[in-house]
Nanobody, 114 residues
């Protein structure tokens, strides 16, 4: 059993930055590829970014490329999402997920004011 807890969300003005963190407990994160997703009311959950188990490979949805950076610290069992140049359309609840699993956190709200 794995528990995921997201943190770091908040209210920020357009153009600002936030750093989200996903912390895992119950099992080591290090062997898993981890994704960040986001969801707004009435819409399906949307893939945002992915990082491989060793951290060497990353992948981003087109709308965040060049603005968001995913990273991980396997010693601390965390995966972070650095979000820069935020836009109003980035407003959503952000979730982390062990790729392909049913392990999800409770999410953290990001609100970008324009």
């Amino acid at each position: 059993q794995v528990q995921l807890v997201e943190s770091g969300g908040g209210l920020v003005q357009a153009g600002g930055s936030l750093r989200l963190s996903c912390a895992a407990s119950g099992r080591a994160f290090s062997g898993y590829t981890v994704d960040w997703f986001r969801q707004t009311p009435g819409k399906e959950r949307e893939f945002v970014a992915r990082i491989s188990s060793g951290g060497k490979n990353t992948f981003y949805t087109d709308s965040v490329k060049g603005r968001f950076t995913i990273s991980r610290d396997n010693a601390k069992n965390t995966v972070d999402l650095q979000m820069n140049s935020l836009k109003a359309e980035d407003t959503a609840i952000y979730y982390c997920n062990i790729m392909g699993s049913n392990y999800w956190g409770q999410g953290t709200q990001v609100t970008v004011s324009s």
